[in-house]
């Protein structure tokens, strides 16, 4: 099992900037796939940004440009860096990872809210 932890959620203005945390534990050699979705009321979860073992990175359209995912792997962390935030990105924030026998995330994190203020 993989055990995730977020950090750095919050409140912010609109142009300003947040970046989430995501620690994992347990049997992270299973890990092939780290990313960051998020969920807006009443809308469904979406995918903002993935990360791969080999650092290769992908972005959802809305985000790219703005958000940065990266990882330290000796703090089995990684993190989504997030400038220029607007109104929209208001959401719960979830990290996930997934292992190499997956399509899917089997692993997700508590999440933690994002408000960006107009």
């Known amino acids: 099992q993989v055990q995730l932890v977020e950090f750095g959620g919050g409140l912010v203005q609109a142009g300003g900037s947040l970046r989430l945390s995501c620690a994992a534990s347990?049997?992270?050699?299973?890990?092939?796939?780290m990313g960051w979705h998020r969920q807006a009321p009443g809308k469904q979860r979406e995918l903002v940004a993935t990360?791969?073992?080999?650092?290769?990175?992908n972005y959802a359209d809305s985000v790219r440009g703005r958000f940065t995912i990266s990882r330290d792997n000796a703090k089995n962390t990684f993190y989504l860096q997030m400038n220029s935030l607007k109104p929209e990105d208001t959401a719960v924030y979830y990290c996930?990872?997934?292992?190499?026998?997956?399509?899917?995330?089997?692993?997700w994190g508590q999440g933690t809210q994002v408000t960006v203020s107009s």
């Open positions: 347990g049997s992270i050699f299973r890990i092939n796939a």
């Open positions: 996930a990872a997934k292992d190499r026998d997956s399509l899917y995330p089997n692993y």
């Open positions: 990360i791969t073992s080999t650092s290769s990175t």
